[in-house]
């Protein structure tokens, strides 16, 4: 930790220090975009208005992930610098394990599924 | 954290902190707590990957198109993102020092999160009315357990948004009162962020499939 921290922790109003830029601005954009990226999925699915179902999962997927960034930045007000970067740290190492672990059971789990003998086979063999 | 510090009078560094220098209460509490939110995070993903393996079994039971109202769904998770901003106004106005709009705004995040709930589980009552228990199919097994389980934290937010209530009521917005509420609002944005990944790829893409 370094000595500036502890010098704005030592006066006690810095409490909040990593989370100090919490303003009515940035919530209320932070909203907008959250309400704009949240109702073009669903506008999108329920209409049906792009061509195929694949690039509609492919452009709601993508809209998950803005979204979840604008989360992060507006309303749980990550930074590089919140926590002198032990917030980000734990966030990549969260977002590293959860890649692995998502895609890694998918992967393995539908090559199980892909190589199981179908049942007909198998009551075949009796 | 072996810094050089306190050189001894032979001149030899010391690789150690010598008197551990006193924090402040609640000093770590928020990253603490962020990492707890982290550990969430994990199982979280590890439903979703439950989820992702086995959504599309459905055992000759009903599929998602049969069963969910996408118009009810985005209701619910517009009462969610609503209850989001009413906490940040909440957060707002504890930072300047107004008890009785804190409290007000307080008070309507935990309406909207009480919304979230009660159309949630009217949806549940729904599904299992027609017979699409969890029992029924691995699909549904993973999704009762997922949707069930960010269902409970939110419940869990709701009581410990009243305790704080609660607390803000008989000992105003002390230090560690906003520290509370700091770590109930990193919670609470925590949820809506993982609302966002059940909308979309249990809701949205289980509809489109």
Same mark, same amino acid.
């Given at each position: !930790?370094?000595?500036?921290?502890?010098?704005?922790?030592?006066?006690?109003? $810095? $409490?909040?220090? +990593?989370?100090?830029?919490?303003?009515?601005?940035?919530? !209320?954009? +932070?909203?907008?975009?959250? *309400?704009?990226?949240?109702?073009?999925?669903?506008?999108?699915?329920?209409? +049906?208005?792009?061509?195929?179902?694949?690039?509609?999962?492919?452009?709601?997927?993508?809209?998950?992930?803005?979204?979840? *960034?604008? $989360?992060?930045?507006?309303?749980?007000?990550?930074?590089?610098?919140?926590?002198?970067?032990?917030?980000?740290?734990?966030?990549?190492?969260?977002?590293?394990? *959860?890649?692995?672990?998502?895609? +890694?059971?998918?992967?393995?789990?539908?090559?199980?599924?892909?190589?199981?003998?179908?049942? $007909?086979?198998?009551?075949? !063999?009796? | 954290?072996? /810094?050089?510090?306190?050189?001894?009078?032979?001149?030899?560094?010391?690789?150690?902190?010598? #008197?551990?220098?006193?924090?402040?209460?609640?000093?770590?509490?928020?990253?603490?707590?962020?990492?707890?939110?982290?550990? #969430?995070?994990?199982? &979280?993903?590890?439903?979703?990957?439950? &989820?992702? /393996?086995?959504?599309?079994?459905?055992?000759?039971?009903?599929?998602?198109? #049969?069963?969910?109202?996408?118009?009810?769904?985005?209701?619910?998770?517009?009462?969610?993102?609503?209850?989001?901003?009413?906490?940040?106004?909440?957060?707002?106005?504890?930072?300047?020092?107004?008890?009785?709009?804190?409290?007000?705004?307080?008070?309507?995040?935990?309406?909207?999160?009480?919304?979230?709930?009660?159309? =949630?589980?009217? =949806? @549940?009552?729904?599904?299992?009315?027609?017979?699409?228990?969890?029992?029924?199919?691995?699909?549904?097994?993973?999704?009762?357990?997922? %949707?069930?389980?960010?269902?409970?934290? /939110?419940?869990?937010?709701?009581?410990?948004? %009243?305790?704080?209530?609660?607390?803000?009521?008989? @000992?105003?917005?002390?230090?560690?009162?906003?520290?509370?509420?700091?770590?109930?609002?990193? &919670?609470?944005?925590?949820? #809506? /962020? %993982?609302?966002?990944?059940?909308?979309?790829? %249990?809701?949205?893409?289980?509809?489109?499939?």
């Amino acid at each position: !930790m370094s000595t500036d921290t502890r010098a704005a922790h030592a006066d006690g109003h $810095h $409490h909040d220090d +990593g989370h100090a830029h919490s303003t009515f601005s940035g919530y !209320m954009l +932070g909203f907008v975009l959250s *309400v704009a990226l949240t109702a073009i999925p669903f506008w999108l699915v329920m209409s +049906g208005t792009l061509p195929s179902k694949q690039i509609t999962a492919l452009v709601i997927m993508a809209f998950a992930v803005v979204q979840i *960034v604008v $989360h992060m930045i507006y309303f749980l007000h990550m930074s590089p610098k919140s926590e002198n970067g032990w917030s980000m740290m734990a966030l990549i190492f969260t977002i590293v394990m *959860v890649v692995i672990a998502l895609s +890694g059971s998918l992967w393995v789990m539908n090559h199980l599924n892909s190589n199981m003998m179908p049942i $007909h086979e198998m009551t075949g !063999m009796k | 954290m072996t /810094v050089a510090v306190n050189p001894t009078q032979t001149g030899e560094p010391v690789f150690y902190l010598a #008197d551990e220098h006193p924090h402040p209460e609640g000093y770590s509490t928020s990253l603490g707590f962020w990492i707890y939110l982290m550990s #969430d995070c994990l199982i &979280f993903a590890m439903l979703f990957a439950a &989820f992702g /393996v086995l959504g599309a079994n459905y055992a000759a039971g009903p599929a998602p198109k #049969d069963l969910f109202d996408l118009n009810l769904v985005a209701v619910n998770t517009s009462m969610l993102l609503l209850s989001s901003i009413t906490y940040g106004f909440a957060m707002l106005t504890m930072q300047q020092n107004k008890i009785a709009q804190t409290q007000m705004w307080l008070l309507i995040t935990g309406l909207f999160g009480a919304a979230f709930i009660g159309i =949630e589980l009217t =949806e @549940f009552a729904h599904m299992i009315h027609e017979g699409a228990t969890p029992q029924r199919s691995a699909f549904l097994s993973a999704f009762f357990t997922l %949707v069930g389980t960010h269902g409970l934290h /939110v419940s869990c937010g709701l009581i410990w948004l %009243v305790t704080l209530m609660v607390q803000v009521w008989r @000992f105003g917005l002390i230090e560690a009162n906003r520290r509370r509420l700091m770590c109930l609002s990193m &919670f609470w944005h925590f949820l #809506d /962020v %993982v609302w966002i990944g059940v909308f979309t790829f %249990v809701y949205l893409l289980g509809v489109l499939r």
